[in-house]
């Protein structure tokens, strides 16, 4: 191939077209920055120097001297709803939307901000068709998420399923609560509608099949088994209410004390009362919680006798001493109404007074607490009422947790 000497001439035209644009690119940035607003400056100053409220009073200026800011209304609609003022970041949403120049994007974004603010303020039906009005968006999976966090909130646990039902069917998210959503609605079918017991067992049946999908945890199986026991207990079917409750035991050992003393009722009733209690003193010693030592307790007293049940008291106390449980047990010698001299014991006391003075102390200690928010309740929980979140409660007293 030959040498062109003329072709020398297109390196510096070349090189020329290449310094114009830039000096251009630059001259034009340079135009676009004195053209925006002093409060622009001033806005990012305060941010950096960690002044969030002089701030958003900065930006609100360059917003209402540039109204085609829309990112910056963003960001402050953002702002607005992180710091719980959830009314105005719904009028700088609302005045976005009602612009019939933003561009379609814009307008999605929009609509799902706007969709977060009636959430974040509890205007659930506000939320919930914002977020279904942004569906058939790039914004479903966001908008999905929502919804279920909805749905949970109202307790529509249908609606809840259908959303989660959606989402996976655009992405394989896992959702590790809707095992406890159909829990819940078989709850709703035994103890609200006991017309409807059968759809109880097809509810039972979806949870035990979410759970697996989700690794099945020990809370979600433990409540299935529960679950089952009361279905069992609505036909008739002792046995099978007897044999539910002590898959508790065996598959989930940690919440054995929220079905002992159902458990040992299923065994009296069907005329096995010392099976029941043997089958408690083996998973105490196994798995040993609070719970269940005063169900033990209780049946030693009822079937063996005050010295019985004292002397495993007395084991138990010795091996982990506990103001719970002594609390516990002399509820019970109070409740018999009888003399504890004539056992030996306790000699010469009033029990009365003793448990009065133990009483006041051990309440505090009588409670479940959340692992996440640290709420306390005196009752058990599958999901936390303070902060909504599953399984955050542990089967054992907070003095067993200390």
């Given at each position: ?376 309740a005196r009752r058990f929980y599958w999901q936390c009422p303070g902060c ?15």
């Amino acid at each position: 191939m030959d040498f062109e000497p003329w072709w020398l001439i297109f390196v510096p035209v070349l090189f020329g077209l290449g310094w114009v644009a830039a000096r251009f690119d630059f001259r034009q940035m340079l135009s676009e920055t004195r053209n925006l607003p002093d409060s622009y400056f001033k806005g990012l100053n305060f941010l950096l120097n960690e002044q969030p409220d002089r701030a958003i009073d900065a930006f609100i200026e360059v917003a209402k001297l540039d109204p085609e800011t829309t990112e910056l209304h963003f960001a402050l609609g953002s702002l607005f709803r992180r710091r719980g003022e959830i009314e105005r970041a719904i009028r700088v949403h609302q005045s976005l939307l009602s612009r019939e120049d933003l561009p379609h994007e814009q307008r999605e974004n929009a609509q799902l901000e706007l969709a977060r603010d009636f959430l974040k303020a509890g205007m659930f039906d506000r939320a919930e068709k914002g977020f279904e009005a942004v569906l058939p968006s790039r914004h479903a999976l966001d908008a999905l998420r929502a919804l279920i966090r909805i749905h949970e909130s109202e307790h529509d646990w249908p609606r809840a399923i259908e959303a989660v039902q959606q989402l996976h069917a655009r992405v394989q998210e896992p959702v590790p609560q809707l095992a406890h959503y159909y829990c819940e609605q078989a709850r709703v079918f035994l103890e609200v509608r006991p017309a409807l017991v059968d759809d109880a067992d097809q509810a039972l049946d979806a949870a035990e099949n979410a759970a697996r999908q989700s690794g099945g945890s020990p809370a979600s199986v433990a409540r299935i088994h529960m679950l089952r026991a009361d279905w069992a207990a609505c036909r008739g079917d002792l046995e099978g209410q007897r044999a539910s409750l002590a898959q508790v035991l065996a598959e989930a050992p940690e919440y054995a004390g929220l079905v002992a003393e159902k458990l040992l009722d299923c065994h009296i009733t069907l005329g096995r009362a010392e099976e029941g209690l043997g089958i408690l003193l083996l998973q105490y010693k196994e798995h040993p919680t609070l719970d269940l030592f005063n169900v033990v307790f209780r049946a030693l007293r009822a079937q063996q006798g005050p010295a019985r049940a004292w002397a495993f008291a007395r084991e138990v106390l010795r091996a982990q001493p506990s103001l719970l449980g002594l609390d516990r047990l002399l509820e019970v010698e109070l409740a018999q109404g009888e003399a504890a001299t004539s056992e030996g014991l306790v000699p010469g006391a009033d029990l009365g007074l003793l448990r009065s003075l133990i009483h006041k102390h051990s309440q505090r200690l009588d409670r479940y607490a959340c692992s996440h928010c640290g709420f306390e309740a005196r009752r058990f929980y599958w999901q936390c009422p303070g902060c909504n979140i599953w399984e955050t409660y542990r089967p054992r007293r907070l003095e067993e947790l200390q």
